[in-house]
């Protein structure tokens, strides 16, 4: 059985996205169930439909996250250190080419969310940076051709 590498961050945004699945979506949703049959024949119904869909895609999806907690390797970053870039480290990093500065921290493939400056381990970037330190120049193959990075910055706090 795979681990999946997660930070306690994320493990405990997923602890909560399947409390609300189940105490709040779950109910909702009966509910709209029931409503949905109250209203006669079933089988031209799209509300009851509508609502059978989004109950599958819930259970699905309290599936697949309890699947991910039960394979967990939670790592706790703040007990990590050091100048080299591993998993959970918070890294500056300037393009080269246009100096543009970006700063991402490393996380597990499920908490990832570029919006929030979280890339997943397995991204070309973090690939391309594991195991570097502050100085190092990285090229990175990325969709739109390859770009070179220098590291500025690796932090754990």
Do not use: C
Not at 125 to 151: F, Q
């Amino acid at each position: 059985m795979e681990k999946v590498p997660m930070t306690a961050e994320g493990h405990t945004a997923m602890m909560d996205e399947i409390k609300h699945l189940k105490s709040v979506e779950r109910p909702r949703i009966i509910k709209a169930i029931e409503e949905a049959r109250s209203h006669g024949d079933l089988s031209e119904n799209a509300e009851y439909h509508a609502a059978k869909e989004q109950q599958g895609w819930i259970e699905a999806r309290v599936a697949e996250l309890e699947d991910k907690l039960s394979r967990a390797d939670i790592i706790d970053i703040t007990k990590l250190s050091g100048d080299t870039v591993k998993f959970g480290a918070k890294v500056t990093l300037v393009d080269e080419d246009s100096e543009e500065e970006s700063a991402y921290q490393i996380v597990g493939e499920f908490e990832a969310d570029v919006k929030k400056g979280k890339i997943s381990i397995s991204s070309p970037i973090a690939r391309a940076i594991i195991g570097k330190r502050k100085g190092d120049s990285v090229e990175v193959n990325t969709p739109g051709g390859g770009k070179s990075y220098e590291i500025v910055k690796v932090r754990y706090k």
